[in-house]
């Protein structure tokens, strides 16, 4: 890790991306922080054309400066979509410089935002972890959460819906199949035992007159009265009168 002078109003410290850069006195807005320096490349040189890592920083179409060396301590300044600070690029000096743009206390972060093209080339594809970045997914976390929340709340209220829908009907259904039994019993009761024409069936009364021995038109049959007279028996119908039986006389000698 390079080395930073005391008297530097900064140090090296661990951040939630690894290395990152540390107040450690108050920063005033439009303050001097750092240089950003190291080896210039020339793009007209193979060899310098060929060097690639994340650390080059491009002053114009034909010159980089390489901060990849250890003495640069700018550069363990993360990127951050809302920084407080910002690279002032002199293309003519070959120089840059890292200056405040906002009153920095102690012990926050010091960050920049490294621009357009290296945001592309290397943090989109792996998802900027800045304190902007992060406060984002958070919220786009929360608001997932509570819309899940939402939908569960609105499923469970349709199906409390639904289900007491159904209780309904089901209830309509018994009350419906119920309402129809009773409707089949008093039927066949009308069928069984009602009047019919002011008569009845089954030994009851039938227009006045009665079956199974009963009276028939004021009439009797079995040996009773048939319209107000007797029946006759067989020896009345043949003009024979039965003879008086004699005391002492036994129907033998009659």
Known sequence: MATVSPNKPFRVGRSRTGLGLFATKPIKKGAKIVRYFGPLLDSKKKKDDAIENKYLFELTNR????????????RYINHACKPNAESDVKPRKRKVIIRAIKNI????????DYGTDYFKAYLKPIGCKCAACEKKRKKKRAEARAEKLRLKAKAERKALKEAEKQKAKAARARKAK???REKDKLKLVAKNGTRTNGTKANGARLNGKSLNGKSLNGKALNGKSLNGHA???PAAKSGIVAKPQQAGESRASA
């Open 63 to 74: 010159w980089t400066i390489d901060g990849s060396v250890r003495a640069n301590v700018a």
């Open 105 to 112: 206390e102690p012990g926050e972060e010091i960050n920049y």
């Open 178 to 180: 119920a309402k129809a």
């Open 231 to 233: 029946r006759k028996s």
